[in-house]
């Protein structure tokens, strides 16, 4: 079987004498008992109180997704109504010149009348007519006149009157829209000081659990450097017990004859297992592994600790593949540098014959290949992984695994690595891949949103900005590769949100701001930045387009241009 340091520390082994054959069932080296929660950051500690302040959190929360609804709805319906009084206004103040420009041409009229002697009568008509057919035309247009005038004058009035109407409706519509929005207004505020008080309460229940995650995260880092001394310690006892590691090729027939003083490792399915040998010896057998192997992991211990961030290969960051890639290269093995491009052409091994350096191939049966580590033994790991933002030795979740791969052998003929099935979303490196127009939720780590604990962040190299670890290194690489091109750094204006500041913003921008506990700034995976790229079309924008994505990082479908939110400075990491 193999050992654990929780359960007998230093290097050690154990000898199984199979029956009908000489074979000896090597152990391996005992290390360093890995954390269940890898850097200490997939799960909150168990904490009734945090519990029941998430319930209330998100009690409020609903609450205020509810009220913005109803914010926005009467902010429409009160610009609305202003829009209506302000057109009804108009339409008074129409009829009012349309009257008074009427009254006018009636006062010139009787002016004119006053300036020449009175108006026309009938009587002066017939002294001063002619003809008898003038003198009754004329008798007809007086008539016409007078009717006229009084008719115009009063058609001015009842429109007037109309207008004056409609402005008072509008008026009182308008007056009911301010009092609705206030009312509604007042609510928000209700909810905004009952959210302002769990966020307090939340923040002093995530101070104890930070201070537990840090207590995790120092655990993290003497795991890795218990298990990295514990391996030195195997590879020294190799050589005092005068064994050279010998080449691959050495060992992988052990039917056909090992290395002089060495004996085969037994497999589970019975016969001698390939890749590997071990020294007889009292009171137990020494494992002996390929050079390639015991190099390839020798140079991934060097690695512990080093920061995860996706499409990376090293030397200040890894990815699950990159990190295999890299130390097999390293020792003179050229593999895939990709999970799936790993599982494709890496020779099978039972699950229960996994010796250190195997590789390791996790996944499920809905998102299919999701992660690749190297086997330290059948309980633990080193990986670099994704949730724990660094390359880590973590456990090896037995219920995980795909498939045990050994680099040691000859590769095989290409063959598929499992993928996602019924539309699931595919899984790199122990983290989701999100596609750029993905809206569902981003949660992580069993953090709410908002209420990560500052433990499970990393800064950015700027001054009071911090994401998720592993979107914080593709984050630190690509503003790197971007002041290659432009001489300057990415510019940043916002990163992290705490729920905290989360209810300020939406405080002073209900209608706007997202509901407190829904922002993706709240999940430590999305960026506003500035320097050129908050504006379409320009170079760096243009910059960001092409090359973000090689770092983990998308511009979202719903702020490009036309789709409603124009946001040029929003990005977010969707790499995990």
């Known amino acids: ?50 519990d029941d302040l998430q319930h209330r959190a998100a009690d409020v929360q609903s609450d205020l997704q509810q009220r913005q609804a109803e914010v926005a709805d009467a902010r429409a319906q009160q610009a609305a ?59 007809g247009y007086l008539g016409v006149i007078d009717r006229r005038a009084a008719a115009v004058l009063s ?51 995530l101070g104890a659990v930070d201070r537990q995650l840090a207590q995790l995260q120092a655990e993290q880092v003497d795991v890795n ?6 391996w030195r310690a195997y590879v020294a006892e190799l050589s005092a017990a005068g064994v050279a590691p010998p080449p691959a090729a050495a060992l992988r ?21 390939p890749g590997a040998a071990q020294l007889p010896r009292r009171p137990s057998s020494l494992l002996v592994l390929p050079a390639e192997t015991i190099a390839a992991v020798s140079a991934a211990m060097d690695h512990l600790g080093v920061p995860y961030a996706p499409g990376t290969s090293g030397p200040e960051s890894f990815d699950c593949g990159s990190l295999v890639r890299s130390v097999y290269a390293a020792a003179g093995v050229p593999l895939p540098g990709d999970q799936a491009g790993l599982f494709s052409v890496t020779v099978p091994v039972a699950a229960a014959d996994v010796l250190p350096g195997d590789l390791v191939f996790l996944g499920s049966q809905e998102s299919g290949l999701s992660h690749v580590g190297i086997a330290l033994d059948r309980a ?41 099935r019924s539309g699931a979303l595919p899984v790199e490196c122990g983290n989701t891949v999100y596609p750029a127009s993905y809206d569902g939720t981003r949660a992580w780590g069993g953090y709410p949103n908002g209420l990560i604990p500052p433990s499970a962040l990393c800064p950015l190299g700027v001054t009071g900005h911090q994401l998720r670890c592993d979107a914080a290194a593709a984050y630190r690489a690509m503003s790197a590769a971007l002041q290659a091109a432009f001489g300057q750094p990415i510019c940043i204006t916002d990163s992290y949100r705490t729920y905290a500041s989360q209810v300020r913003l939406y405080g002073e921008k209900p209608a706007l701001a997202a509901v407190p506990g829904t922002s993706n700034h709240g999940w430590g995976l999305a960026v506003d930045l500035c320097g050129g790229i908050d ?12 090359n973000a994505g090689r770092f983990g990082f998308i511009h979202p479908t719903w702020a490009d241009p036309g789709n409603g939110r124009e946001e040029p400075w929003h990005w977010e990491y969707a790499a995990g």
């Open 380 to 420: 633990s790991m080193l990986a670099a992984d994704a949730r724990a933002g660094a390359v880590v030795v973590r456990t090896l979740p037995s219920d995980q695994v795909l498939g045990i791969g050994r680099p040691s052998l000859a590769q095989r003929a290409p063959a598929p690595a499992p993928g996602p």
């Open 253 to 273: 027939d052990p039917a056909a004859g090992l290395p002089g003083g060495l004996v085969p490792v037994g497999a589970a399915g019975g016969g001698a297992q």
């Open 535 to 546: 504006s379409y079309g320009t170079a760096q924008y243009a910059w960001m387009g092409a």
């Open 1 to 50: 079987m193999f050992l654990r340091a929780s359960w007998r520390p230093g290097v050690a082994g154990t000898v199984a004498v199979l029956s009908c054959a000489l074979l000896l069932s090597a152990g391996t080296v005992a290390l360093a008992a890995p954390s269940d929660q890898p850097g200490g950051t997939t799960g909150v500690l168990d904490s009734t109180e945090l």
């Open 225 to 230: 450097a218990r298990t990295a001394a514990n």
């Open 81 to 139: 109504a202003q829009a209506a009084a302000d057109t009804a206004a108009a339409a008074v103040s129409d009829a009012d010149g349309v009257l008074a420009q009427r009254q006018a041409a009636v006062a010139l009229y009787a002016s004119a009348v006053y300036r020449d002697g009175g108006p026309p009568s009938t009587l002066s008509v017939l002294l001063q007519g002619g003809d008898p057919g003038e003198v009754v035309s004329a008798l």
């Open 155 to 205: 058609a001015a009035e009842r429109e007037r009157r109309r207008a004056l109407g409609r402005a008072t409706a509008a008026e009182q519509a308008l007056a009911e829209a301010k009092a609705r929005a206030a009312a509604v207004d007042a609510q928000v505020g209700e909810l905004e000081a009952a959210a302002q008080a769990v966020t307090a309460d939340l923040d002093r229940a």
